[in-house]
């Protein structure tokens, strides 16, 4: 009986062998937008103004503001957005579009303009619009970077190809597009394609956007003391497992969306 139990007791060993995987995470990407900016106004005599940025969430709101407009004036305005750690699909729009504002109307303008005179630094709201949206001229154009001169302010953009302007394309006509919505398509070929990643914020991985605006010469008095506001943003959505955002409904600008 006694050798019986001792032979029991040597049958509980078995061959065994652990193995661990010790500090298992997960962590969340990151998908940050980020926009650098810069302006340039050219007004002949009057001298020249340049600004530059970059927006990431700042509290503060950049307003580029031009006063004292005539024609032959003309400037630039470039973002360079970067979404840094993950493509994704990128718009650019506004939810108001342009506001036109008369701002009353000397005598100059009264003999070519006969719209009713809207309220000084207030919308029209049905009194009269001004025109300078409509005579602004606006070239859109994709570019791979932009340099700005130390000295003047003069932006450069690097290796530009236009988008698809039409003909005597306005700030009026930008102002219609963009509050449409605008999908920034890096490769502009059959397919729709995110914006790609940055590796971090100093790394320009798309194409920046470079709107050129001028004041035809031949534009006259009608608009005198016209002037012009309006809003517009950057939207970013992530484009993994989510391929479709990049079309017409995902929209962040569409307003049936």
């Not at 009264?110 to 009269?128: E, R």
């Amino acid at each position: 009986g006694v050798a019986s139990a001792g032979a029991g007791l040597g049958t509980t060993a078995y061959f065994n062998d652990t193995e661990s995987f010790n500090n298992n995470t997960l962590t969340a990407g990151e998908l940050n937008l980020i926009v650098d900016w810069a302006t340039y106004v050219d007004q002949g005599n009057y001298g020249t103004s340049a600004t530059e940025g970059e927006m990431d969430g700042n509290t503060e709101s950049y307003d580029f503001s031009v006063s004292d407009v005539k024609p032959g004036d003309s400037g630039t305005l470039a973002f360079c957005p970067k979404i840094v750690d993950n493509p994704g699909y990128l718009w650019i729009g506004s939810e108001n579009g342009v506001s036109d504002f008369e701002n009353g109307a000397p005598e100059p303008e009264l003999s070519v303009d006969n719209s009713t005179n809207g309220t000084i630094g207030a919308p029209n709201n049905g009194l009269g619009e001004g025109e300078l949206s409509e005579n602004i001229q606006v070239t859109v154009s994709y570019a791979s970077g932009i340099t700005v001169d130390v000295e003047t302010g003069e932006i450069t953009c690097t290796d530009e190809v236009p988008l698809n302007n039409p003909e005597d394309y306005t700030f009026a006509d930008l102002a219609a597009d963009l509050e449409a919505g605008f999908l920034i398509d890096p490769i502009r070929d059959a397919n729709v394609d995110p914006y790609p990643a940055s590796d971090n914020a100093d790394d320009q991985a798309g194409p920046c956007l470079c709107i050129h605006w001028e004041v035809p010469t031949e534009v006259g008095n009608w608009i005198q003391t016209d002037a012009l506001e309006m809003d517009f943003g950057f939207v970013a959505m992530q484009a993994r497992h989510n391929g479709g955002a990049g079309n017409s409904t995902a929209n962040p600008f569409n307003s049936s969306s």
